[in-house]
Each structure stands twice: as C-alpha cells, then as structure tokens.
C-alpha cells in the first residue's frame, strides 16, 4: 500500500472499479467471513430492480448510496446505466474507499489459504467495518472491497491479523522474501519490479 497514494489512483479506483462497494460480513460459531454484495433491496424499497444495485458509502453524506451503472440500472428503464457516480436525483457521489479512519469498530476476518498442499489453512486479518440496520431489522457489519483485500493480501494498516512483521518476515505469507519459494524469485528482484510498474503506471498517467 502506497503511503502518497496519487490522487489519479484513488479517482480511477472509486469510478472504474468495484473496490469501494460495500460487502456483508457473516458470523458463524463465533467467527466471521466476507458474505456478499450489500444490495439496495437489503436496504430499503426505494429502487427499481434493487437486488440488482449494489450500494458505496457516501463520505459526503455518511449514509449508503446507490450508484448509477450497476447491473439494475441496464434493465430498469431509467437510462441510467453509466459510469456517472451520482445518484437518481443527479447528486454527486463520493464513494468511500476504505472504512480506516471511519469504523465502529475492527474485526478478524477469516480467509482461506490454498497454497497449502494438504489441510485447510485459514489466515485472519482486521477489516475495519460499520454496523447497519438492514430493513428487516437485522443488523449487520460492512465493509468495503478495498478494505477486505487489503486484508486478505497481507497488507497490515495497524491492524491486528495473520500480517508479515516487514519484508523479510518469513513466517507469514505474502511477504516479498516468501515469493521465491513459488515462483524462483528474490525479495530485490519481487521489490524492483513492483517499483518499475508503479513508476510505469505514473508515467503513462502524465
């Protein structure tokens, strides 16, 4: 994770990608897991084809949104389906990337780990998340895309989790200096080619 993240990337990812929508989290014996697309229908009647439109968190408003563009939109004869984030009044949406800095609370997140060649590995990493009421009453943890991969690829934020102490952590999984057990590479040569795509990504921007 960048810490001067560019602001073209944190533009490019809420409008052109799906990391800002929100994700349910589920409970079971005491431990949770990533569920499945927050959906207007979980949360109010107020749209057309609503089990189609998945919902971000507005930081303008601090409230769910549902945004142009999602698959709803292409059947409900609104002509709405664009990449526009605004809503069906034309209010402009900011969607919220992550909950980081904004959460009720952080749980551990379970997720599976097939890297393994026998037995089923589970690793754990703090997702930062809000507590909804849906329309049937049930209240429910959420988060968003962004913060569930941040979580499930190793990336530690300050959160509590299964996450590598630094680069060359080898007890953990997705450190630079574990990549050469699966794919013949060095922790230099995993660090210089992320630097060179990031550099040619910068460029190409400008």
Not at 42 to 51: A, Q, R, W
Request: aromatic share 12%; with cysteine.
């Amino acid at each position: 994770m960048w810490i001067n993240k560019p602001p073209y990337f944190i533009d490019y990812a809420k409008r052109f990608t799906d990391l800002p929508f929100l994700i349910t989290i589920d409970q079971k014996n005491g431990q949770f897991r990533s569920g499945r697309f927050l959906r207007s229908s979980d949360l109010s009647e107020d749209h057309k084809l609503g089990e189609w439109k998945p919902v971000v968190w507005d930081q303008t408003t601090n409230h769910w949104e549902t945004p142009n563009g999602t698959q709803g939109h292409r059947w409900d004869e609104s002509s709405k389906w664009n990449l526009e984030l605004t809503k069906k009044d034309g209010t402009v949406i900011d969607p919220q990337l992550s909950f980081i800095n904004q959460s009720d609370t952080v749980i551990e997140v379970e997720f599976p780990y097939f890297a393994k060649a026998e037995g089923d590995v589970i690793k754990r990493g703090g997702v930062p998340v809000k507590e909804i009421q849906l329309k049937d009453g049930e209240q429910k943890y959420i988060t968003t895309i962004y913060d569930l991969m941040m979580a499930h690829i190793g990336v530690p934020r300050g959160l509590s989790g299964d996450y590598p102490e630094n680069y060359e952590d080898p007890q953990t999984i997705y450190p630079p200096c574990v990549a050469g057990k699966y794919n013949n590479s060095t922790k230099t040569a995993c660090d210089s080619s992320s630097k060179r795509i990031r550099r040619q990504c910068r460029k190409n921007k400008r």
